[in-house]
């Protein structure tokens, strides 16, 4: 008898041990699926006459390019004066050959 009820203490140990491992890797899972969908997104800025990029939310600029916003039409160049967000490094990579050509 006392066999027996170590056996099926063991047996539920055993289960609730995969249950909780299986739980903790779906939970590790989820979190690296969300941090590979996070999209950047970026702020593209006419200041001192050149176009810079900015991550969204930083203060500090995260590239500078060559490209004078006086050569751009001048909607562009008004609208670059507020900032054009974007979203994505493929989106923000399009924008810049746009301005930069």
Request: aromatic share 6%.
């Amino acid at each position: 008898m006392k066999k027996a009820i170590c056996i099926a203490v063991t047996g539920v140990i055993l289960i609730a041990s995969v249950c909780v491992s299986a739980f903790a890797s779906s939970q590790s899972d989820g979190r690296a699926a969300a941090a590979e969908t996070k999209v950047n997104r970026y702020i593209i800025k006419s200041e001192s006459g050149r176009l810079v990029v900015y991550k969204s939310g930083d203060d500090t600029p995260f590239m500078s390019t060559e490209t004078f916003s006086g050569h751009l039409p001048k909607s562009d160049a008004e609208r670059l004066k507020q900032g054009i967000e974007v979203e994505g490094e493929q989106s923000l990579r399009k924008s810049l050959e746009d301005y930069c050509s």
